[in-house]
T-cell receptor, first 113, second 111 residues
Framework: DTEVTQTPKHLVMGMTNKKSLKCEQH?????MYWYKQKAKKPPELMFVYSYEKLSINESVPSRFSPECPNSSLLNLHLHALQPEDSALYLC????????????FGPGTRLTVT | ELKVEQNPLFLSMQEGKNYTIYCNYSTTSDRLYWYRQDPGKSLESLFV???NGAVKQEGRLMASLDTKARLSTLHITAAVHDLSATYFCAVAMDSNYQLIWGAGTKLIIKP
């Protein structure tokens, strides 16, 4: 299994809602990443988890809260988002961190209304 | 600070024509990547270039790397409509392998 899966594919939420994005991989990778990609822009790194510990937080606002409950699963909890947070959220994994080889998931298209 | 510049940012071309997308980067790096992204979709890895003079080809796409010039090219031969997409280059930082991305080239191929 060489796949990173993400759910849901699409999410629409209001600014007062709480929701979560989920990412899974079963490749035995010990590093997982969240990226945010605005339309017509390249991806921006948000967080990196290595061995279930947060290694990198690229100064992301606290309304985004990552969680890595085990080595296969990565969540992104969302609360009190703003319309400008609407974007494609991509998850990726790699064998270890740092690593040259990242495997990207299909993404979750988030719309904040 | 590693910077990656891609050009052109937008390219509209006719089917059957050839064209090249350029990716310049500012400091040394061990790896350069090319990705394809269709609208609303995730990133598809096309090529990973590891060394000076590396050339890789897949179908109508060919990528090359000149580490001395800090330049990579993605050449499209006899373009077909299915190649319409946004193409990103990304360079891995030597220190932590973090990817630094170009701005992307939106390619539209008209029948």
């Amino acid at each position: 299994d060489t796949e990173v899966t993400q759910t849901p594919k699409h999410l629409v939420m209001g600014m007062t809602n709480k929701k979560s994005l989920k990412c899974e991989q079963h490749m035995g990778h010990r590093a997982m990443y969240w990226y945010k990609q605005k339309a017509k822009k390249p991806p921006e790194l948000m967080f990196v988890y290595s061995y279930e510990k947060l290694s990198i937080n690229e100064s992301v606002p606290s309304r985004f809260s990552p969680e890595c409950p085990n080595s296969s699963l990565l969540n992104l909890h969302l609360h009190a988002l703003q319309p400008e947070d609407s974007a494609l959220y991509l998850c990726a994994s790699s064998q270890v961190y740092p690593s040259y080889e990242q495997y990207f998931g299909p993404g979750t298209r988030l719309t904040v209304t | 600070e590693l910077k990656v510049e891609q050009n052109p940012l937008f390219l509209s071309m006719q089917e059957g024509k050839n064209y090249t997308i350029y990716c310049n980067y500012s400091t040394t790096s061990d790896r350069l990547y090319w990705y394809r992204q269709d609208p609303g979709k995730s990133l598809e890895s096309l090529f990973v270039l590891l060394s000076n003079g590396a050339v890789k080809q897949e179908g109508r796409l060919m990528a090359s790397l000149d580490t001395k010039a800090r330049l990579s090219t993605l050449h499209i031969t006899a373009a077909v409509h299915d190649l319409s997409a946004t193409y990103f280059c990304a360079v891995a930082m030597d220190s932590n392998y973090q990817l630094i991305w170009g701005a992307g080239t939106k390619l539209i191929i008209k029948p």
